[in-house]
């Protein structure tokens, strides 16, 4: 059966290049582990986006697979943990901090550990590289999760408790996915939408693209019944300084 190591990170430099390669290198003997190419994620820095995408992969790629993230937001450096979730049986390692939030609200925490043990000799320098990326190797491997680190409550996963209406993803042409529930709406509603300050007259529209350039659509997205912000041919979010995490309100007008 084939394995998917997958790895999720805000690197698009070299560093995404090192990265794949030391993945590759590591599982070059094992032809049914796959390494896919990376799942490069924007912004940067931002666990809220990072949340969204290990979901987002999660769905994506086949039950049984390892999904890796190469990202740290924080100050104060987080937990390196390795997990499976109850369902699907996905394994996921990286900092805990937030990213594997949705993936096992969804799924479940079946098993947890704290791989600080790898950390004992001070600091290490793109630990994504010599030490996360080894670890998620072993796991697409085989190697049982109890031996790549020392066990921890599973309960323990960082929880984000985002607000209604949070953006959690915006794509290069300025959509916004956000969370929240918009109602009962019929195409051709009109809708007052709010974010940082900014007024915005939206339509409903399930196909925006059928509105003229430049003119603002809410509309049912394609990922997990999150709803969109956009607009038709132009740039939304991008243009007026938009950002994963800003909070968008609306009414009915």
């Excluded at 990202?71 to 390196?80: D, F, Q, V």
């Excluded at 409550?153 to 209406?165: A, E, F, H, S, T």
Aim: aromatic share 10%; proline share 5%; hydrophobic share 45%.
């Amino acid at each position: 059966m084939k394995k998917y190591l997958v790895n999720i990170t805000d690197c698009t430099d070299i560093a995404a290049s090192e990265l794949y390669a030391v993945l590759v290198r590591e599982v070059e003997k094992m032809p049914d582990v796959i390494v896919p190419p990376i799942t490069p994620i924007s912004p940067e820095f931002s666990v809220i986006n990072a949340n969204f995408a290990v979901r987002l992969m999660a769905d994506s790629y086949p039950e049984n697979s390892v999904l890796m993230t190469t990202i740290n937001a924080e100050k104060t450096r987080p937990m390196n943990v390795v997990g499976r979730t109850k369902e699907r049986n996905i394994i996921f390692i990286g900092r805990n901090m937030g990213s594997f939030d949705w993936l096992t609200r969804d799924f479940g925490c079946a098993e947890l550990y704290d791989l600080t043990k790898y950390n004992l000799g001070g600091f290490v320098s793109f630990a994504g590289k010599y030490v996360t990326a080894k670890v998620a190797a072993a796991a697409a491997l085989g190697t049982p999760l109890s031996e790549l680190g020392e066990a921890i409550d599973p309960n323990g996963i960082v929880r984000l408790n985002l607000k209604p209406g949070t953006i959690v993803h915006i794509d290069n042409f300025g959509m916004m996915k956000f969370t929240g529930d918009i109602g009962v709406a019929s195409p051709g509603d009109r809708y007052e939408v709010v974010v940082n300050g900014i007024k915005i007259d939206a339509v409903y529209e399930p196909r925006m693209m059928s509105l003229g350039t430049g003119a603002w659509a809410l509309f049912p997205g394609s990922s997990f019944g999150l709803f969109e912000l956009g607009q038709a041919r132009d740039l939304g979010a991008r243009k007026l300084g938009i950002r994963v995490g800003d909070v968008i309100s609306w009414k009915k007008i």
